[in-house]
């Protein structure tokens, strides 16, 4: 397992705090099924279905029961049926074996969806969800997509950011269903914005949209999923800060919302744009995003980047 970029926290997992604009291998894993990467931290689940994570911790979301950071990977506690991991900012979630949802780290906003308000640096159950297949994290809330298409969000809802309809901040410590959402295939959530691809293959979005990363000529506020135009048949979205992808069924990306750093990967840097082909990619099989940067995996297996490249997290 690899990474690149800042590692000022030690969110490389190298041993070091030295940043590093090409890859860096990560101590200490060499049996990696899922991965995620947060603001300052990374996680990784094993084929055993045990968890490490490593980087910044001073809210708990290595999961280890500590608050020191570690620039080496260390064993989420307790945690042995994984099957996939997200992060955040500030807290991390792991979807288990039997669809059930466990969250450690920051819960100032509920995002833990334990019902409580309290921070934990070691895994606790979110309310309610049996049957989870993926989770996705965003800077204050949590979202995940259930086995028969429906999706629920718990923590801040503070511009629309949970999809149900209320933008005033109340913080949700359990979660709420994303409204009329019952056949989403795939899920991504952004800082405050979140999307889901449906068994149409369309792509719908809801949450801050001051950019348009949650539709481009819409209110900057979305509080319910409305469809994006324009975006062709989906597989999946990635969200970053302030823009999305789509990785379309022609093996193509298409991105909109901010630009500035190059994050739609067009060759322009226009903001609140609609949807716009990224320069170069025909033979896409998957698509992440950054805060201000995404990168692609291609057919041949190799990967391509795009937009910020401030801490060398381009990779080239």
Same mark, same amino acid.
């Given at each position: 397992?690899?990474?690149?970029?800042?590692?000022?926290? &030690?969110?490389?997992?190298?041993?070091?705090?030295? +940043?590093?604009?090409?890859?860096? !291998?990560?101590?200490?894993?060499?049996?990696?099924?899922?991965?995620?990467?947060?603001? +300052?931290?990374?996680? /990784?689940?094993? +084929?055993?279905?045990?968890? $490490?994570?490593?980087?910044?911790? &001073?809210?708990?979301?290595?999961?280890?029961?500590?608050?020191?950071?570690?620039?080496?990977? #260390?064993?989420?506690?307790?945690?042995?049926?994984? #099957?996939?991991?997200?992060?955040?900012?500030?807290?991390?979630? /792991?979807?288990?074996?039997?669809?059930?949802?466990?969250?450690?780290?920051?819960?100032?906003?509920?995002?833990?969806?334990?019902?409580?308000?309290? !921070?934990?640096?070691?895994?606790?159950?979110?309310?309610?969800?049996?049957? /989870?297949?993926?989770?996705?994290?965003?800077?204050?809330?949590?979202?995940?997509?259930?086995?028969?298409?429906?999706?629920?969000?718990?923590?801040?809802?503070?511009?629309?950011?949970?999809?149900?309809?209320?933008?005033?901040?109340?913080?949700?410590?359990?979660?709420?269903? #994303?409204?009329?959402?019952?056949?989403?295939? @795939?899920? @991504?959530?952004?800082?405050?914005?979140?999307?889901?691809?449906?068994?149409?293959?369309?792509?719908?979005?809801?949450?801050?949209?001051?950019?348009?990363?949650?539709? @481009?000529?819409?209110?900057?506020?979305?509080?319910?999923?409305?469809?994006?135009?324009?975006?062709?048949? @989906?597989?999946?979205?990635?969200?970053?800060?302030?823009?999305?992808?789509?990785?379309?069924?022609?093996?193509?990306?298409?991105?909109?919302?901010?630009?500035? $750093?190059?994050?739609?990967?067009?060759?322009?840097?226009?903001?609140?744009?609609?949807?716009?082909?990224?320069?170069?990619?025909?033979?896409?099989?998957?698509?992440?995003?950054?805060?201000?940067?995404?990168?692609?995996?291609?057919?041949?297996?190799?990967? $391509?980047?795009?937009?910020?490249?401030?801490?060398?997290?381009?990779?080239?």
């Amino acid at each position: 397992m690899n990474c690149w970029g800042d590692n000022s926290d &030690g969110q490389l997992g190298d041993g070091t705090n030295a +940043e590093a604009p090409t890859p860096v !291998e990560v101590v200490g894993i060499a049996n990696a099924v899922a991965i995620a990467a947060g603001s +300052e931290s990374s996680c /990784a689940v094993l +084929e055993t279905g045990t968890a $490490r994570c490593w980087g910044f911790n &001073g809210n708990g979301q290595l999961g280890n029961g500590t608050d020191v950071d570690s620039n080496v990977p #260390v064993d989420v506690v307790a945690l042995s049926d994984a #099957v996939s991991i997200g992060m955040g900012s500030n807290h991390s979630c /792991a979807i288990r074996s039997g669809g059930a949802a466990t969250c450690w780290g920051d819960n100032s906003s509920g995002e833990l969806g334990n019902g409580t308000l309290t !921070e934990s640096s070691v895994p606790v159950p979110v309310v309610g969800l049996t049957d /989870a297949v993926t989770a996705d994290l965003g800077d204050d809330g949590t979202c995940a997509m259930t086995a028969n298409g429906a999706v629920s969000c718990w923590g801040d809802s503070f511009r629309g950011a949970l999809g149900n309809g209320v933008s005033d901040g109340s913080v949700f410590t359990i979660p709420v269903p #994303v409204t009329d959402v019952d056949d989403a295939v @795939a899920l @991504a959530v952004g800082s405050e914005h979140g999307c889901v691809t449906r068994v149409d293959a369309s792509v719908w979005c809801w949450g801050d949209s001051s950019d348009g990363e949650a539709g @481009a000529g819409l209110p900057s506020e979305i509080l319910e999923p409305l469809v994006i135009d324009g975006v062709g048949a @989906a597989v999946h979205v990635a969200t970053g800060r302030d823009f999305t992808c789509a990785h379309l069924v022609d093996a193509t990306v298409t991105c909109w919302g901010a630009g500035s $750093r190059g994050q739609l990967g067009n060759g322009e840097n226009p903001t609140s744009a609609g949807p716009s082909t990224v320069s170069g990619l025909t033979d896409v099989t998957d698509v992440t995003a950054g805060d201000f940067h995404a990168c692609a995996v291609l057919v041949d297996v190799t990967m $391509r980047c795009w937009g910020t490249n401030s801490s060398g997290q381009l990779g080239d």
